[in-house]
C-alpha cells in the first residue's frame, strides 16, 4: 500500500482529497502505455483497477490481457482487469459501485492519426463520448481527481522551439488530435464550473522503448503509424524497409525532428502526477512530458541501428499533408513543480525496445523463442530490480508459455 502521509489540500473545498490514496482506476490500461504506467503504479504502492476494450492492444483466452498478466509477473502483484468499453456506461458504473476508487488515469482512446482522417465519427465517438461517460461516472461516485492522458499534437504545427505549456493550442491538423483538444477544453469548463474536480493533463510527445525486461513493449494492433516498431519490425525481416516521408525539410538531414521519450520515463511522470494531486487541489493544471531533445528520424534510425547492430533499408518519399517539420518539449515545469525529469537515454530507448522486439517478435499474440540476442550467447532481464540469467529466465518465462501467451 502507498505510504500513509498526510497531504493538506491547498483548497478547504478539496474535501474529496483523501490523505491516504490507494487505489487508481486505469483506463486503456492494456496498451502500450497503460501497462507500463501500471507496472510503475503497483511499484508505488497502488492497487490499480484496470479497463479495455482491446481496440488497441491484444486480446488474450477469457477475456484476459496478455500484457497485464505480464505485468502481474513483473511486479509479483494483481491488476484487478475488466474488459469494458467507456461507451458501455452501465458497465462502466457497475465497476465503479463494487470498488473505492480514489483517482482516475485516463489513456484509453483511438489514436491513429491517419485513421482518424479517414473515419473522424468514429473517433468523435470513441474518444470524447467515452471520456464524457467517465466523468459523469466519476462524479456520481464522488471521485474527481484525474490524470489525462493528452498529446503535443494539441500544440499543432509550433512556432517557437522548445514549446512550453503555454503555447497556444486548437490549431490541430488531425482528427485525433483534435478529440484531445476538445477534451481538454471539456475538463478546462468543468474544472471552472464545478470546484470539486482536481485534474492534470499531460501532454505527451513520443513514446518509444519498453520495459526492461522485455516483458511488454508496444504490440500495434494496426497497421504501423509509429515509428519504433515499423524500424524493428524491418530489422527482424519482418518487413522489407522503412518509409520515411519527407527529406527536405529544413532540419539537421532533412527528415522531421521529434521529442522521443522511453515509455517508463512516462510512466513514471504519472505517479507524480498523482503525487501533485495528493497535495494540492489543482482544479486544472497541465506539463508537457518529454526529454526536450530533438531528435530526426534518420538519428533515430542510425542510433538503433547502431545499439542492435543490424541495417534498416528505408526509402524517403514525399512529405505528406499535415505532417510537423519540427516538435519538442520545454519540460521545465515539470521538472521544477512535479519533481519528474526524464532520465533514459536515447541508446537505452532502442535497446529496451530491440529486447522486447527479439524476445516477442509476433508482440502478445504468439510464442516466441523468448532469448534476446547477446554476444556472449546469454540473455539478461531485469525483474523488481534483479538481473535474471539463463535458468532463472526460463522458469520465469514458463508460465507464458504454459498459459498460451
Avoid at 484531445?180 to 485534474?199: C, G, R, T
Amino acid at each position: 500500500m502507498v505510504a500513509q502521509e498526510n497531504f493538506k489540500c491547498c483548497d478547504h473545498i478539496a474535501g474529496n482529497i483523501m490523505s491516504s490514496w490507494s487505489t487508481v482506476f486505469v483506463t486503456g490500461g492494456a496498451g502500450y502505455i497503460g501497462s507500463h504506467c501500471i507496472v510503475e503504479l503497483l511499484d508505488a504502492g497502488y492497487s490499480v483497477i484496470a479497463v479495455d476494450n482491446f481496440a488497441n492492444s491484444v486480446n488474450g483466452e477469457r477475456g484476459e490481457a496478455p500484457s497485464l498478466k505480464r505485468v502481474e509477473r513483473i511486479t509479483g502483484k494483481t491488476v484487478t482487469f475488466y474488459q469494458c468499453d467507456l461507451l458501455d456506461k452501465p458497465r462502466l458504473e457497475k465497476i465503479f459501485s463494487e470498488h473505492k476508487i480514489d483517482c482516475v488515469i485516463h489513456f484509453a482512446a483511438m489514436k491513429a492519426v491517419g485513421e482518424s482522417m479517414q473515419v473522424p465519427l468514429l473517433y468523435y465517438k470513441n474518444n470524447i463520448v467515452g471520456t464524457i461517460n467517465l466523468l459523469e461516472v466519476m462524479k456520481t461516485h464522488g471521485c474527481y481527481q484525474l490524470v489525462f492522458s493528452s498529446s503535443c499534437t494539441v500544440y499543432g504545427n509550433p512556432d517557437v522551439l522548445p514549446i512550453t505549456e503555454e503555447h497556444h493550442t486548437g490549431n490541430v491538423t488531425n482528427v485525433y488530435g483534435r478529440t484531445k483538444y476538445f477534451i481538454e477544453e471539456m475538463l478546462k469548463d468543468i474544472s471552472a464550473a464545478e470546484k470539486n474536480w482536481n485534474i492534470i493533463c499531460l501532454r505527451y510527445f513520443n513514446p518509444v522503448g519498453a520495459h526492461p525486461s522485455g516483458l511488454i513493449g508496444e504490440d500495434p494492433t494496426k497497421a504501423f503509424t509509429n515509428l519504433m516498431p515499423y524500424m524493428a519490425q524491418v530489422a527482424i525481416g519482418n518487413r522489407p524497409n522503412l518509409t520515411i516521408f519527407g527529406g527536405d525539410y529544413n532540419t539537421v538531414d532533412g527528415t522531421g525532428v521529434r521529442d522521443y521519450i522511453h515509455v517508463m520515463d512516462l510512466a513514471s511522470g504519472h505517479v507524480a502526477a498523482l503525487n501533485k494531486l495528493k497535495k494540492e487541489h489543482l482544479r486544472l493544471k497541465t506539463y508537457n512530458l518529454g526529454t526536450g531533445q530533438g531528435v530526426s528520424v534518420l538519428q533515430l534510425l542510425r542510433t538503433f541501428e547502431a545499439v542492435t547492430k543490424t541495417m534498416v533499408p528505408f526509402e524517403i518519399q514525399d512529405r505528406r499533408t499535415g505532417d510537423i517539420v519540427s516538435m519538442y518539449a520545454n519540460t521545465s515545469l515539470a521538472e521544477r513543480e512535479l519533481g519528474w525529469k526524464a532520465k533514459y537515454t536515447l541508446e537505452q530507448m532502442c535497446e529496451d525496445f530491440w529486447r522486447w522486439q527479439t524476445m516477442n517478435p509476433n508482440g502478445y499474440r504468439g510464442n516466441s523463442n523468448n532469448s534476446a540476442s547477446s554476444e556472449n550467447g546469454r540473455t539478461s532481464v531485469i525483474i523488481n530490480g534483479s538481473e535474471l540469467m539463463d535458468t532463472d529466465w526460463a522458469q520465469l518465462w514458463e508460465p507464458f508459455v504454459q498459459g498460451g501467451l
